[in-house]
């Protein structure tokens, strides 16, 4: 099919033809490890790269293939590589960019991990970074250093949900002649496309909405320019070996058949789970990026096809009352990770970035009393019931304590 697909269609079909593989309709998965030669001279073509096909499962799988051509279209890219796990996605592009005494600007409040490996690029490597937001383009241009080589965003951010300007980025970029990254894990294909702003990399954390079930761990990286994008294969992640098994490429081929339909639901339990939270008393901050409320929501309604299955609030109280909340919750889980079937709630400050430092957690904006939920596929009046019944019982808690 030679036509531009739906992005609808594009996650069910693009990648794979079955008549190439005996008529199934299924990807067939390729659990293998090595790949046989028809002779020595075809073992040596294949390595001299002069002849397309299996060498080592390391290198190369029919299955993650699907995958990776998959994802290309989805993120408009020209090519894509699939990792064993999103931060092993994020360590291949970063160290793909950067060398000794390089610098890099990155979104305020990434996610906890990745503000880990940043810290270990500089004590070991003396790469630095700078967190700033990335809302405008003044703010991006006085981090711009003369040793800046790249821009590294989330966007939403994880957890405070705040945006980055892509079009901003992109035009400093341009002058600075920075290569750009984007975390697309909250957003998702589907919903946002970074390279249609400028950008030259996307990743995804694939455990979250590109699985969509919560079985996989797994990460992937789409890049605008494929011969960059197979230099990163040939080095990078082949010397380093953070690839994706074909068991988890295959399931992950299998989530992606249901993300349009999956990210129709998530979005709209989020938006009611918004507008529920809006009413009640111990709800300080809500942080969703289609709110009308949300300062940045022309930025979000200008790059976001809507605002995506995550919101954050904090609770009056601080940690305390946030944990009690927490713990009063039945039906939704308390567990890190997103875009599951099942509704996820988790507190920053002790579960995904307690390894940040207090004081840069307070610059990121992830106060004591913040929560991030994830919402669910299930229906969205069971959901705020069981907000509801956690609230009321942490109020009455709080009455008797103050009586």
């Not at 073509?45 to 390391?58: H, L, P, Q, V």
């Not at 690839?243 to 639901?265: C, E, Q």
Request: hydrophobic share 40%; proline share 3%; aromatic share 6%.
């Amino acid at each position: 099919m030679n036509e531009k697909l739906h992005k609808d269609t594009a996650t069910v079909h693009t990648g794979y033809d079955s008549n190439s593989h005996h008529g199934s309709l299924a990807v067939p998965l390729y659990q293998t490890s090595t790949y046989a030669f028809e002779s020595a001279e075809q073992g040596e073509r294949r390595f001299a790269g002069e002849e397309e096909g299996g060498i080592y499962s390391r290198l190369g799988n029919p299955t993650v293939h699907v995958l990776e051509e998959r994802m290309t279209e989805l993120e408009k890219g020209a090519g894509s590589l699939a990792f064993g796990s999103g931060m092993a996605a994020v360590s291949a592009i970063l160290t793909h960019l950067t060398k000794s005494g390089d610098h890099i600007i990155g979104s305020r409040g990434i996610y906890g991990c990745t503000f880990g490996l940043l810290g270990i690029m500089e004590r070991k490597y003396n790469i630095t970074h700078t967190l700033t937001s990335l809302g405008t383009e003044e703010e991006i241009e006085a981090a711009v250093k003369p040793e800046t080589v790249c821009i590294y965003i989330e966007s939403p951010v994880n957890p405070t949900m705040e945006l980055a300007d892509l079009r901003a980025v992109a035009a400093v970029a341009k002058r600075h002649q920075l290569k750009i990254v984007v975390d697309n894990t909250f957003a998702s294909p589907y919903l946002q496309n970074p390279i249609d702003f400028g950008a030259d990399f996307v990743l995804h954390s694939a455990t979250k909405y590109i699985n969509g079930h919560g079985d996989v761990i797994a990460g992937l990286l789409v890049g605008k320019d494929k011969d960059e994008i197979e230099e990163i294969r040939g080095t990078v992640q082949k010397d380093y070996g953070g690839i994706m098994s074909p068991f988890d490429a295959w399931l992950l081929i299998r989530g992606l058949k249901t993300l349009a339909v999956r990210m129709h639901r998530h979005t709209e339990n989020a938006t009611k789970l918004t507008d529920f939270l809006k009413t009640q008393d111990m709800v300080e901050e809500i942080f969703y990026p289609f709110d009308d409320a949300n300062p940045q929501v022309e930025i979000a309604k200008n790059q976001m096809s809507a605002g995506g299955g995550l919101v954050s609030f904090t609770i009056k109280g601080g940690q305390p009352m946030a944990q009690a909340f927490m713990n009063h919750l039945g039906l939704i889980k308390i567990a890190v990770s997103l875009g599951d079937a099942e509704t996820l709630i988790q507190h920053p400050t002790t579960m995904t970035h307690s390894g940040v430092p207090a004081d840069d957690r307070e610059k990121m904006g992830i106060s004591d009393g913040l929560l991030r939920l994830s919402a669910g596929l299930e229906h969205a009046d069971d959901l705020i019931a069981d907000l509801n019944q956690a609230f009321e019982k942490v109020a009455n808690e709080e009455e008797a304590l103050s009586s």
